[in-house]
């Protein structure tokens, strides 16, 4: 059992469905989903419900300005800091930053007031920049699992925290899930479908207990690439997906069709740039070690 730092809980619940067919198997696994209160678990009486507090309304423009510290302020309500943030804590009290406290910028100093909206706002473009160096070089993949974890594993690296938050909130463990982003290939040269073919060729699949995938993003959006197979993902539960005669395996990765005999290995891509996500889910130790890494995506010649 493990105690939660915080008043509020947040359940990602994933569930490997093998097609269409097994849809109605995973819903009915989902209609057995209970959450149950700790007291109605153990048969003991229910405590008294705390008072639900107020959530301040979000507004993004106000959430980059001096009046994050007012957001900043309720959400310290709802958690116990660790012990590596109370310092922090203590010193940002000076300036009005205070559990479930409310923040009124004109009760500072002008001088002060216009330094911490300074230094708001370049906290807010330094964590921006950090999201898209975060994580670590390997073969022109950014590994991004590093960026989440248990406090003993990410305590006190608060700007890595505050931007691998910003660019994927409620990361996994990598025990759990072991993720890399693609975004150039083996020159270094940013993706781009309208240009490229690409060929990705592991020597060995990812060694998992669980699934592996490599899925397509296009850019800016973010969002899945719609194609005429209907393959947004590619991997190990990808029907028909095949594997050299040496173990190895090469995925296709581009706009058009890399003929009959590739499709089955082809992960098509936008007609323009875009962004793969390779995760690798309940790894085994070569991974977690370094032993076995990913591929470079390659610019492939026909």
Known sequence: ?????????????????????????????????????????????????????????YDPKRAASIEFINYFNFLLGQIKPGPDERPLLE??????????????????????????????????????????????????WTLIAEGFGYRSMVGGKD?????ANM?????????????FSGAKDSAGDTLDGSKHDYVVHFKTPPPVQ???????YKLPEILLVANPIK????????????TNEDGSMTIY????????DKESNWLP??????????RIYWPEWDVLDGKWQPSAIEKFKK
């Open 159 to 163: 700007l890595m925290r505050a931007a």
């Open 91 to 140: 010193k940002w009290a000076r300036i009005g930053v205070q559990p479930g406290k409310t923040f009124d910028p004109a009760t500072l100093a002008p001088d002060v007031r216009k330094a911490v909206a300074e230094g708001v706002a370049a906290a807010h473009e330094k964590i921006k920049a950090e999201s898209l160096k975060v994580g670590r070089n390997i073969n022109n």
């Open 231 to 242: 393959r947004y993902s590619i991997g190990d539960r990808t029907p028909g997906f095949k």
């Open 210 to 216: 669980a699934f592996w995938s490599v899925t397509m």
């Open 1 to 57: 059992m493990r105690r939660t730092e915080g008043r509020y809980l947040f359940l990602l619940s994933r569930i490997a469905a093998n097609g269409v067919e097994d849809v109605p198997a995973v819903n009915a696994l989902q209609d057995q989903y209970r959450l149950t209160p700790l007291s109605a678990y153990l048969g003991q009486p229910s405590p008294e419900p705390a008072p639900t507090p107020k959530f301040p309304a």
């Open 269 to 278: 891509a936008p007609d323009g740039p875009f962004v793969l996500a390779l």
């Open 167 to 179: 660019i994927g909130i409620y990361g996994n463990n990598p025990e759990e899930a072991y993720n």
């Open 253 to 260: 990765i581009q706009h058009e069709s890399p003929g009959p």
